[in-house]
């Protein structure tokens, strides 16, 4: 990870910046002032069902559900689009990290989530 600080329009903030994503996905930076106070942090979505795969397809940013690209049962290669996260106004698709099925749609449309979270499984 590296750390930058960035001013835009005279607001100064704190970049943190991670290499080398294993999913894929392309991850929004997260930037918050130095000055403003901490939000609370977004609901994120539920754990896995019982049924779960071990392949677990997470959030490469924090954002809203946008749209549910795969289904379970739903076969699907590496580079696949299993979900699309919207994030600072952009379409983010969060790929299959390997070819597998889809074992489980953690997430519904509209929920908030946080970089990480478990969006899906794949088995």
């Not at 930076?29 to 939000?39: D, G």
């Not at 795969?53 to 049962?73: D, L, N, T």
Request: charged share 15%; aromatic share 2%; no cysteine.
């Amino acid at each position: 990870m590296k750390n930058y600080t960035i001013t835009v329009n005279g607001n100064v903030y704190d970049v943190v910046v991670e290499e080398g994503a294993s999913t894929g996905a392309v991850a929004a930076p997260v930037a918050a002032p130095k000055a403003a106070p901490k939000a609370a942090p977004a609901p994120v979505a539920a754990a896995p069902a019982g049924g779960a795969g071990s392949i677990k397809v997470e959030a490469g940013a924090a954002g809203k559900i946008f749209k549910i690209e795969a289904s379970v049962g739903q076969a699907v290669k590496t580079g696949d689009a299993v979900v699309i996260l919207e994030a600072m106004k952009m379409e983010i698709p969060v790929v299959a990290p390997q070819d597998g099925v889809v074992a489980s749609i953690d997430v519904a449309v509209g929920d908030p989530v946080e970089a990480g979270a478990v969006l899906a499984t794949l088995k």
